[in-house]
């Protein structure tokens, strides 16, 4: 599908998006992989907005978070909310691995 029939759906909030013909991840995916040559960071704001809101998330999509937390042409605010993210997620796993250790004990 379209890269861009894909990022408007990111304009609809997560909770009332009805996956038909693109998955959740498609459309994460396609805002986070627009391209960086404009400063707004438009389209991968609203991506980030989706994963705050809950939308699941796999190690690519956050390795596609972690370079836009590392494009300096995007703006700050995206940037560290894009480092947020990926610390959020750090300590998802961190957390996941102590309680399956403590379980087996």
Request: glycine share 2%.
């Amino acid at each position: 599908m379209d890269q861009r029939a894909l990022v408007v759906r990111l304009e609809t909030p997560l909770a009332e998006y009805r996956a038909v013909d693109a998955t959740v991840r498609d459309v994460l995916v396609a805002g986070l992989c627009w391209p960086t040559d404009t400063a707004s960071g438009y389209w991968q704001n609203l991506a980030a907005d989706w994963i705050e809101q809950g939308a699941p998330v796999d190690d690519e999509v956050i390795e596609l978070v972690k370079v836009i937390a590392e494009t300096e042409r995007l703006p700050q605010r995206l940037r560290h909310k894009a480092r947020a993210i990926v610390r959020q997620r750090h300590l998802t796993i961190s957390e996941s691995t102590t309680n399956i250790r403590n379980d087996e004990q």
